[in-house]
């Protein structure tokens, strides 16, 4: 692989971390985490889109009220829309740890998008979904403290109600 450019597509806030980058209805779209710092209590998900990859504007800010917003993903529905998925920490302060659960967010044009809701409840972390043949695959692990730690892999028909489609994948996942 050689890396033949770089170029930076944001920087309005003091950390951006975390990006998922995905082409639908002949338009890029980044999606990353912003806020004060890497683990902060304004933890939030932009959403830039480009037509051409050179020129990017912001085409939607992400928030969840209680929660840090983190590991932003996105994938398109069977249905065509575009889906964020990603990790939402319930922070009192900065730096302060916490278990992480999994929100998602769906748009039809990529500007609007639905309220975030929580799909995966804190201390499980759905990392990121795949569609197949109409159903979304995504891998669940321990995402906080606590000793049963193991990975599994989750299914879902409409990219919010999740059920466990092989139990213990792995043993002592994190």
């Not at 920490?89 to 769906?106: C, I, L, M, W, Y």
């Amino acid at each position: 692989v050689e890396v033949l450019e770089v170029q930076k597509i944001w920087d309005q806030a003091p950390h951006h971390a975390f990006t998922d980058l995905v082409r639908w209805n002949d338009t890029f779209y980044c999606a990353f985490r912003e806020g004060r710092g890497h683990v902060s209590t304004d933890g939030k998900i932009r959403i830039l889109e480009s037509k051409d990859a050179e020129r990017w504007e912001s085409a939607a800010l992400i928030s969840l009220d209680g929660f840090d917003l983190r590991d932003a993903h996105l994938s398109v529905t069977p249905d065509g829309r575009l889906m964020l998925i990603g990790g939402a920490a319930p922070r009192e302060k900065d730096n302060q740890s916490a278990p992480t659960g999994t929100f998602v967010s769906f748009s039809k044009d990529g500007r609007q998008w639905t309220e975030p809701q929580m799909v995966v409840e804190p201390g499980r972390w759905l990392w990121c979904v795949t569609w197949h043949e109409g159903r979304a695959f995504g891998i669940s692990y321990t995402a906080g403290k606590g000793s049963d730690r193991y990975i599994e892999l989750l299914v879902s028909d409409d990219g919010i109600h999740y059920e466990t489609h092989v139990e213990r994948l792995f043993e002592h996942g994190s």
